[in-house]
């Protein structure tokens, strides 16, 4: 009996595993690893990348299908490219060690095996859809909420060159040649009148160049970045009304105020400390002016 409860205990643990992974896309991987995912380029251009200390990912075309394969940084791979941080840049064999350093750490990234594969599910645009864009400004289409990537040239017919222009639009790009010669396209870099080219072809590219960032999902929702000076903007927000009540003749103490924001915002103490100095120096007035950006 135990033996049978064993049995169906491991498989509701399994089945509730594989639910879990069928909620979040997760499949099994399409790769034994991330080296074969990224030489498998049969159907186009192969998408790499990840986030350094959590994970590394690869994005194929497979079977008209366009999957990302998900592989579990580990501490080895920290360690190579610390190594590769920590190389002595004045030294004299400087450059002979970087490349080894960075072949170790590419080499040993590629053998990192796949943990799971999971299939964009999210739909791209019709062929009616892309048709519609025909005749359309670039500065139209980024109003209509795409995002304008790459741009540059690539040989026609001939003597013939084409400007093209990636333009994204959820999860995919898509390859939009406008109707310019290479000297209009570079005069219209040069004037910032790029908007105004016309798009006359569209085909789809594929999963955008940034796909193998997670924050692009599966299906079709892409998470906005976090902003790296969300914090500072709050500190100087809290900073500069502060300012207004000293401006405004309100006994308050700056040294209190400054020990308060180092314990909201620890990793700012140092600028913190530089503000009480600059403060002590030039007064409420002095230091406002200073964090007042000029028109």
């Known amino acids: 009996m135990r033996k049978w409860m064993g049995w169906i205990i491991a498989a509701v643990l399994l089945f509730t595993m594989l639910g879990s992974l069928a909620e979040e896309g997760q499949g099994a991987p399409l790769y034994a690893t991330v080296g074969d995912a990224m030489a498998d380029d049969a159907e186009g251009r192969v998408i790499s990348g990840g986030v350094p200390g959590d994970y590394y990912a690869v994005v194929n075309r497979k079977d008209g ?8 940084w580990d501490e080895k791979l920290t360690e190579l490219n610390d190594a590769v941080d920590a190389l002595d840049y004045e030294a004299p064999d400087f450059f ?16 990192l095996p796949i943990a799971y594969s999971e299939m964009f599910t999210a739909p791209t645009l019709t062929e009616e859809e892309m048709a519609a864009m025909h005749g359309k400004t670039l500065a139209q289409l980024t109003g209509e909420g795409f995002e304008i990537g790459s741009n540059g040239t ?15 639009s959820g999860v995919y790009d898509y390859n939009c040649l406008v109707d310019a010669d290479f000297d209009q396209y570079m005069a219209a870099q040069e004037n910032g009148t790029e908007g105004e080219l016309v798009v006359k072809d569209v085909t789809l590219a594929g999963v955008t160049e940034w796909g193998a960032d997670k924050r692009f999902h599966t299906d079709g929702t892409v998470e906005e970045p976090e902003d790296p000076f969300a914090d500072l903007n709050e500190l100087l927000t809290d900073l500069m009304g502060f300012l207004e009540k000293a401006r405004a003749g309100e006994a308050v ?14 990793d700012y103490a140092d600028m ?8 002590q120096s030039v007064g409420a007035e002095g230091l406002a002016s200073m964090l007042t950006p000029a028109e």
Not at 253 to 266: H, M, Q, R, T
């Open 253 to 266: 103490s700056f040294e209190d105020f400054a020990a308060e924001l180092k314990i909201k915002y620890p």
């Open 272 to 279: 913190i400390d530089f503000y009480v100095t600059l403060y």
């Open 154 to 168: 690539e040989p026609g017919e001939g003597d013939e060159t084409l400007i093209v222009y990636s333009m994204r």
């Open 96 to 111: 002979e060690k970087h490349e080894a350093a960075m072949q170790a750490a590419d080499d040993y990234l590629k053998t």
């Open 65 to 72: 299908k366009y999957y990302r394969s998900v592989a579990l």
